[in-house]
């Protein structure tokens, strides 16, 4: 059981707008702590997709946002591709552990 | 372009110790900027963060897996290591190498990440 919990599936037509959820407690998220996303294509290392909850490495498309209130987060994708058919986690620090903490995973599908 | 890959055995047997190896290219390991960290992905699950180590040896480990696990570095050779004891099936999964943005109370993000390698626990 992970400490982040994300939806296990999300799904969405191409060019329309999905979130992803990543729900936390008063250790971690709602601490005030940072939260990270990552793209994991298969077969492949996760790569860094949004850090400190809203801010885009470089180039990673716009399309891509995140956010962050209270315990939980959001990733947002606009224009959906079908290319961004895969997976999606999301990560932070607790306190309580005293270390890193991912999200369960969220497969996006693109119907 | 900084760029990390791990390496070592691919099967261990059950009791035993898994041993891992990061070797950093393309930017110094010494930086106080960041912390370097193991993660790994049982087939078919999520991630799992391991722990993670400064380049002075300061270190923060999975509660749930402290008691069976070192990390270690080397900035000489430009590597750090990972050693998981009396390992189990459960242990199987491809392990991650990661650069880990830090901070003077905690540690953040991974970028970039190494191909990952799996390790099989198996007899």
């Known amino acids: 059981q992970s400490v982040l919990t994300q939806p296990p599936s999300v799904s969405g037509a191409p060019g329309q707008r999905v979130t992803i959820s990543c729900t936390g407690s008063?250790?971690?998220?709602?601490?005030?702590?940072?939260v990270h996303w990552y793209q994991q294509l298969p077969g492949t290392a996760p790569k860094l997709l949004i850090y400190d909850n809203n801010n885009r490495p470089s180039g990673v498309p716009d399309r891509f946002s995140g956010s962050k209130s209270g315990t939980s987060a959001s990733l947002a994708i606009t224009g959906l591709q079908a290319e961004d058919e895969t997976d999606y986690y999301c990560?932070?620090?607790?306190?309580?552990?005293?270390?890193?903490?991912f999200g369960g995973g969220t497969q996006l599908t693109v119907l | 372009q900084l760029q990390l890959q791990e390496s070592g055995p691919g099967l261990v047997k059950p009791s035993e110790t898994l041993s891992l190896t990061c070797t950093v290219s393309?930017?110094?390991?010494?930086?106080?900027?960041?912390?370097w960290g193991w993660i790994r992905q049982p087939p078919g699950k999520g991630l799992e963060w391991i722990g993670s180590?400064?380049?002075?040896?300061?270190?923060y480990y999975n509660p749930t897996l402290k008691s069976r696990v070192s990390i270690s570095v080397d900035t000489s050779k430009k590597q750090f290591s990972l050693k998981l004891s009396s390992v189990t099936a459960a242990d199987t999964a491809v392990h991650y190498c990661?650069?880990?943005?830090?901070?003077?109370?905690?540690?953040?993000?991974?970028?970039?990440w190494g191909q990952g390698t799996l390790v099989t626990v198996s007899s």
């Open positions: 990560q932070s620090y607790d306190s309580s552990l005293s270390g890193s903490v």
């Open positions: 393309g930017d110094s390991i010494s930086s106080s900027t960041y912390y």
């Open positions: 180590i400064s380049h002075s040896g300061s270190t």
């Open positions: 008063s250790s971690n998220i709602g601490a005030g702590y940072d």
């Open positions: 990661a650069r880990q943005k830090a901070h003077s109370y905690r540690v953040d993000w991974f970028d970039p």
